[in-house]
C-alpha cells in the first residue's frame, strides 16, 4: 500500500473518528496529543483502527506520545510495520 493512500486514510480518520472536526486541516507534522488536538484514549482507539485497517500491530509501547504525536510518526510506524510482515 502507498504511503500517500496510508497517510489520507489515518488523516480522515483522526479529524473525522477521532477529532470529530471534518474542516480542520491537520498537518503532517503538527503535535495531535501535544497541540491537544486528541488524548491517550484516542491514541488506543487509533492503534485498533490501525491494526483493523492496515493489520499492523501497535505495541502499547509503541503507543506514545514520543512515537506517534504527529501524522508523519504514525505513518511511519504503519509503513514500518508493512515491510515487517
Known amino acids: 500500500m502507498r504511503e500517500d493512500v496510508i497517510r489520507n486514510k ?5 479529524i473525522e473518528d477521532l477529532m470529530r472536526d471534518e474542516d480542520y486541516a491537520l498537518e503532517n507534522d503538527e503535535g495531535i496529543i501535544t497541540g491537544g488536538l486528541m488524548d491517550s484514549f484516542s491514541l488506543a ?3 485498533v483502527y490501525i491494526e483493523e485497517e492496515f493489520e499492523v500491530y501497535i505495541p502499547d509501547a509503541d503507543l506514545t506520545i514520543d512515537q506517534m504525536d504527529t ?3 504514525i505513518v511511519a510506524r504503519v509503513v514500518r510495520g508493512l515491510k515487517e510482515e
Open 45 to 47: 482507539e487509533l492503534g
Open 10 to 14: 489515518i488523516r480522515s480518520f483522526i
Open 71 to 73: 501524522l508523519d510518526q
